[in-house]
């Protein structure tokens, strides 16, 4: 069965930063795309970052682009996001995703597995 574990969240002041993982098991072979998206209280999930399975394709939401990196190390099944100068609006739960096919997507809808969520608090 396949897992999705994030790990890497918590409380940090804005300007701060943090770094999120998301660990994959339960399959031999790395996903060909991954994804974060993020879900703040009373609103939608929304697209954070994607990447291609050779790290050579990133794509970035506007409001990240800049202070988030996405990255991946296929030898661990990990996918991270680094968040620097964070602000209070960065506030969510931030979710990994998994997707099987070579394109990188920014849509829910396009992801097969999703991890539980891992908490992040920027506070002002």
């Known amino acids: 069965q396949v897992q999705l574990v994030e790990s890497g969240g918590g409380l940090v002041q804005a300007g701060g930063s943090l770094r999120l993982s998301c660990a994959v098991s339960g399959r031999t072979f790395s996903w060909p795309t991954m994804g974060w998206f993020r879900q703040a209280p009373g609103k939608e999930r929304e697209f954070v970052a994607t990447?291609?399975?050779?790290?050579?394709?990133?794509y970035y939401a506007d409001s990240v682009k800049g202070r988030f990196t996405i990255s991946r190390d296929n030898v661990k099944n990990t996918v991270y996001l680094q968040m620097n100068s964070l602000k209070p609006e960065d506030t969510a739960v931030y979710y990994c995703a998994a997707r099987d096919t070579i394109m990188v997507a920014t849509s829910t809808s396009d992801y097969d597995y999703w991890g539980q969520g891992t908490q992040v608090t920027v506070s002002s």
């Open positions: 990447i291609s399975w050779s790290g050579g394709v990133t």
